[in-house]
């Protein structure tokens, strides 16, 4: 008895104080459009370093769920945060939807980025409010 309870004070702490996977990096305020709402989150342990030249960019796995339309978009989106004249970048490599279920369906697949030139934004305000800062904001900041 002694044993198995020691398991489950064990199994329960360990996950207490496990990171949590998805944490919000922005919301769209309640004073916009209802259907603009959403609360975007990124998936920590999705974030990873990725060569590219002599540059590394990060991936990272984000999902925004938007109340009014009882859904959630995933997108994998690949962040530059220096070294390059560009930094700081961002592009979206994949887009899709979770179903109710919560299997993902993926409905764009842009593929890997074959050089800087592929980023599709470039020199992001990293002060201006909005969630491709935002993001850039949140990487950065867990990897620098």
Same mark, same amino acid.
């Given at each position: 008895?002694? &044993?198995?309870?020691? $398991?489950?004070?064990?199994? #329960?702490?360990?996950?207490?104080?496990? @990171?949590?996977?998805?944490?919000? /990096? +922005?919301?769209?305020?309640?004073?916009?459009?209802?259907?603009?709402?959403?609360?975007?989150?990124?998936?920590?342990?999705?974030?990873?370093?990725? &060569?590219?030249?002599? $540059?590394?960019?990060?991936? #990272?796995?984000?999902?925004?769920?938007? @109340?009014?339309?009882?859904?959630? /978009? +995933?997108?994998?989106?690949?962040?530059?945060?220096?070294?390059?004249?560009?930094?700081?970048?961002?592009?979206?490599?994949?887009?899709?939807?979770?179903?109710?279920?919560?299997?993902?369906?993926?409905?764009?697949?842009?593929?890997?980025?074959?050089?800087?030139?592929?980023?599709?934004?470039?020199?992001?305000?990293?002060?201006?409010?909005?969630?491709?800062?935002?993001?850039?904001?949140?990487?950065?900041?867990?990897?620098?």
């Amino acid at each position: 008895m002694y &044993k198995v309870f020691l $398991a489950i004070i064990l199994i #329960v702490s360990q996950s207490a104080f496990a @990171e949590t996977e998805w944490v919000e /990096f +922005y919301h769209v305020p309640k004073t916009a459009n209802p259907y603009d709402q959403a609360v975007y989150y990124a998936k920590l342990s999705s974030i990873q370093p990725v &060569k590219l030249g002599a $540059a590394t960019y990060f991936l #990272v796995e984000t999902k925004h769920d938007i @109340e009014i339309r009882k859904k959630s /978009f +995933y997108e994998q989106s690949a962040v530059l945060c220096s070294g390059e004249e560009i930094a700081p970048a961002l592009s979206i490599l994949k887009m899709g939807d979770y179903l109710p279920d919560g299997t993902l369906t993926i409905s764009l697949d842009n593929g890997a980025l074959k050089s800087i030139s592929d980023f599709s934004l470039t020199k992001l305000d990293k002060n201006k409010p909005g969630p491709f800062s935002s993001l850039v904001n949140f990487v950065c900041g867990r990897v620098q």
